[in-house]
């Protein structure tokens, strides 16, 4: 698994969790409770932005020739 796989496995699971805390914080009755699920889903999407970030660097690295090279001669 590469780098990028990594990230956006990882990002799949966040998005997951926040969703999750969401649909928590709109289902609770006990305002504490809804608090921390708010607090949580806010913390979740703050690894979601800094994720995305990582992705977008990533992708936007230019290519190796090695790489491509290593290609055409397999």
Known sequence: MDSLEFLNDALEDKIKNQVF???AAIRVRNPSA????LKLRDEEMRHIEILQKEVVAIEN?????TKI??????
């Open 34 to 37: 809804r608090q921390l699920f």
């Open 21 to 23: 805390y969401n649909d």
């Open 61 to 65: 690295k230019p290519f190796p020739v």
């Open 69 to 74: 090279l290593a290609k055409i001669k397999s």
